[in-house]
Structures are given as C-alpha cells and as structure tokens.
C-alpha cells in the first residue's frame, strides 16, 4: 500500500532508515506485509529479516492461531509507562498512515496542512490530539500577536510568513462553499520600549529587521511622546515603532481554519493521548555512539482513547507538535532517558502565564500599539470601550508559577503588573480587573526558541516545538518548513537548519538579543 502511496508522489521522500525497518511494508502485493501484532513475542524489539517461504508460511499459520486463540499480549522489553492498563480494542483505528502527528494545536494542524497541501494529498496523515475542545491548548488561550521585531532572521522570516499567510489566507485555508476566513487581525504595530541599556540593540535589531522585509522606525523620547501623548517615557530612550505587518489577531480563527481545510483535505484527527512508542532492532543499519549494540527504530506509537482504550498506530514518520507538552512525548522514545545520543533530552516544559483583562474609562484610544515596557510588562487594547488586556514573565529571580493547574494569581497582577502600568500610563492607575485567564508556553529552556527538524538517531522523527510564545504567529511557517523536509528532504524557502535539535548537541543556543 505505501509503496503505491510514495509512486504516485514521487517527490515525496522516505528516509532511507524507515524502508530498513519494514522491509517487507514496500512489496508490490499487500498480503507479504508482516505487519507487527499485539500479540508477537517480539512485539517491542525484533530484528527485521528477509523471509524465506518456509518462515513466512509458518508466520502467517502463526499468525492465525495466535487470532483464533486471542492469546494474551506479552511484552519482551515493556515501555516507560503502564500501557497493560487498559484492554486492547479490536474495532476500526487508523492502524497504519504514513505521518502521524503529535498535537493538533496550531503548529501540528498546520504541518498536517502542509503535509497534505505540498504532497498533492499523497501521504495519509493522522493528528493525535488529546483535548479536541482545545479548553487548555495554549494556541487559544494567548494573545495571538504578530511582530517581526526579533534579533534573529529566522524569526524575522517566519514572522514576516506568517503576515503574509494572514493576509492571504483564504487562498491557503477557504474551504470550498464555505464563508470567507477572517481572522481579525488588528494592524496597530507593536512598540518596544529600551532604556539607555537597550537602546543600541533596538537600534541594531531595526536594521536587520527592515533589511529583510519588515517596516519600523526608531522614535526618540520625545517622539514617542508626541505621538502617544498619553504614555510616560521617563527612563525611556528609544521605542521601535511597527508600522506594517504586525498587530494581532484571533488565535482561534486560525486554528480551526487550518484544521478545517486539512480535514478537507483528507487529514484524519483521532481523540487520544500519546502513551508510548514501539521500538524495533534493526541490524541492517549500522549507527555509532548511540550505546546500543544495534541500531533501535520506532515505527508504532501507542495511543489511549477517549474510551480508555490502547490503540497502537504503525507510521513511517512522525512529528511532535505537542505544544508544552512536547518534553513529555520525547521521553517516550528514550530521548533524554537513554544511552549514547539520547541522553540528550528535549528541553521543552510548560511555563504557566497569566493574562489579565482589564478596563480603564479613560485609558488611551484605538490607535494603540502592543506596547512592550522594558521590565517586559506588556498591554494593548481588547475590542472596544477601553478594554485591554496585558502580562508579564516572571524575572529571572521570581519562582516561575506551577504548572499543575491553569489557575490564575490576582496577587501578581497586583504586585508586578498593576504599579507598572500605572506608571507608565497615568489612565492606567484607575482601572478594574474584568476578568483573567493562564495559558501554557511550550517553553524551550536551552535558548527559548523553536526546535524544528529531524532526531539526529531517530530520522524519522521530527520536532516543531518549543517555540516559548511566539508559535502563533510561526504556524504557517514553521509547517511549510516540516513539509519541506518530508517532502523534499530540505528546507526550500526559509533555511531554518538552525533551529535543529544538533544545536542541543553542539551546544549552540540560539538565542534573542533584548527580545521578550
């Protein structure tokens, strides 16, 4: 079936390892698959072989007794989690798809698109996505801003993609005989507001900026002032000014635009939670400094359902897209916890942040940018009659919240955002809280920006998380950049290489320079 799948895409590429693993999967007749069972001795690690007739024979009479009996399953080497918790379900499940896809926020619906949209609908993809009301995704639950102003092009270039994707959007994601997509997007810029300490870096951050697409200005002090009159610039030097392409707009829209035309496009979303992966020996590749005596693929993954029931999916590549939870999927397949190479471990957590909802009667008026303190206090308005919305990271000294919970401290508002704004915007002393919310960032805290990319053992596993709060306005980019991968085995538009797990190796972070 895959071998039919991969001839009518030829430029569809398959790694060169996952052929290894399943030799027999590319036979011209379905019948020689050997496709694993719950109930194989060696259902967690076997070597894979090529078959005489006598073995095969004698497998598939295997085979057939082992079905007739429905003997219990034996697990050779068990996983790093209690998968024996629930029975094994024999009804329909998307057993076997080319592409299975790990979190169906924005970023996993977005490659799932891409996947779809760059292979002419050749690869079969499946999304595993474990809250289908997205009550707790952290696509919905943020600001949904959009700014070039970063110090690094690779972000700059996604983000500037990702404008014009916005603008162009129901060229990408209309669905046929559906109404048009608005996302909502408010085109008021940001400003980032320096001190003496930052002012030679925002200036220097400008330039790249503008050199490669974006448009801003830098406004002194007293510009600033005579443009926001409202705004206090003591202990301000400089603020970058966005005047095209950056505002925000409604997170949500976007998700269910991307989900919607994947869908459409044949991609399968399934209601389940990642549980573990299915690890299999292969003698025929030959690896080094791994801490294995042979080389170990994955080609399965293990799902529990709504129903609390096991699912097992066998897949030739998968991507983690789970969002803060993409750390968690990553142990899973020994990465962080095994030998070798895989002590290496994807540094991506979740870190609680909270967004408070306010209203200020005299607070500043529809022209007002998503402002940027330099203590990295943040506001902009929300809808109108003088609703806003604004938020701030912990310091580098505070206690980042807990995480077990989205609920929401009223006390730091109070402590570390409230005199702030005050400050800066005398309106702002006389506000109320409506109402507040906490979201999770898929917080990377190796360099705080997005791993994207191949394992450097496991090849037919990719990332595209940890993006630390700039992953809205990244979908569409960084899910054009995993297609590219899949399909054409490199980055085509937006060289991203950088980006890639091997810089956890090398340690080589990439990180921002004066950037929240």
């Known amino acids: 079936m895959l071998r039919n799948i991969f001839q009518s895409a030829r430029k569809v590429a398959v790694p060169r390892a996952t052929r290894l693993h399943y030799p027999s999967l590319y036979s011209d007749k379905a019948d020689d698959k050997h496709e694993p069972k719950e109930t194989d001795e060696n259902y967690w690690e076997t070597d894979v072989e090529p078959e005489d007739p006598i073995s095969r024979t004698a497998r598939v009479m295997g085979k057939q007794m082992r079905e007739i009996k429905q003997k219990a399953m034996f697990w050779k080497e068990p996983m790093n989690v209690n998968i024996d918790e629930w029975d094994i379900d024999s009804t329909y499940y998307p057993s076997h798809v080319d592409v299975v896809v790990v979190g169906g926020g924005a970023i996993g619906s977005s490659v799932a698109y891409w996947l779809k949209q760059m292979s002419n609908g050749a ?11 997205y009550s707790k995704a952290s696509s919905v639950l943020s600001a949904g801003g959009l700014r070039q102003q970063f110090s690094l092009e690779e972000n700059i270039e996604m983000s500037l993609y990702g404008a014009e994707f916005l603008r162009t959007i129901n060229e990408h994601l209309q669905v046929p005989n559906e109404p048009k997509i608005d996302v909502q997007f408010h085109p008021y810029g940001y400003l980032m507001l320096a001190s003496e300490n930052g002012a030679e870096d925002l200036i220097k951050n400008s330039k790249l900026q503008n050199s490669k697409g974006a448009k801003n200005i830098i406004l002194t002090a007293e510009k600033i002032k005579a443009q926001f ?3 206090n610039t003591e202990g301000i030097a400089l603020g970058c000014l966005g005047l095209e392409k950056e505002g925000w707009f409604d997170p949500w829209c976007l998700l269910s635009a991307f989900k919607k035309k994947g869908i459409s496009l044949g991609v399968e979303y399934v209601n389940a939670e990642a549980k573990g992966f299915i690890f299999r020996k292969n003698s025929q590749v030959i690896v080094s400094g791994t801490g294995y005596d042979r080389y170990q693929g994955l080609n399965h993954i293990v799902v529990k359902t709504e129903n609390d029931e096991k699912k097992v999916i066998q897949f030739a590549l998968c991507i983690i897209a789970a969002g803060a939870h993409s750390g968690e999927v990553a142990k899973m397949a020994k990465i962080g916890c095994g030998p070798g190479i895989l002590t290496v471990p994807l540094p991506v957590e979740p870190r609680k942040r909270y967004i408070y909802h306010f209203h200020a009667p005299e607070g500043p008026g529809l022209n007002t940018p998503m402002t940027i303190d330099p203590s990295g206090t943040w506001f902009r308005r929300e809808g109108l009659a003088n609703h806003y919305i604004c938020g701030r990271s912990p310091t580098c000294d505070a206690t980042e919240p807990c995480t077990d919970n989205l609920d929401v401290d009223e006390d730091f508002f109070e402590k570390n955002i409230w005199p702030l704004l005050g400050d800066r ?6 506000l109320k809280i409506k109402s507040s919310w906490a979201g999770y960032y898929d917080y990377n805290k190796f360099d705080e ?4 990319g191949a394992h450097p053992l496991f090849n037919n596993l990719y990332f595209a998380c940890g ?3 700039h992953g809205i306005q990244q979908a569409p980019a960084v899910g054009r950049a995993i297609a590219e991968l899949v399909c054409h085995a490199e980055f085509r538009t937006i060289q991203l290489d950088s980006f890639s797990f091997d810089r956890l190796i090398s340690l080589e972070p990439m990180q921002e320079v004066n950037i929240i």
């Open 123 to 133: 690869l079969s993809v499946v999304v595993v996505e474990k809250d289908p009301t």
């Open 425 to 430: 915007v005398k309106s702002f002393q006389n």
């Open 229 to 231: 009159p409202w705004m």
């Open 467 to 469: 993006f630390s709060g």
């Open 449 to 452: 920006n997005g791993i994207i």
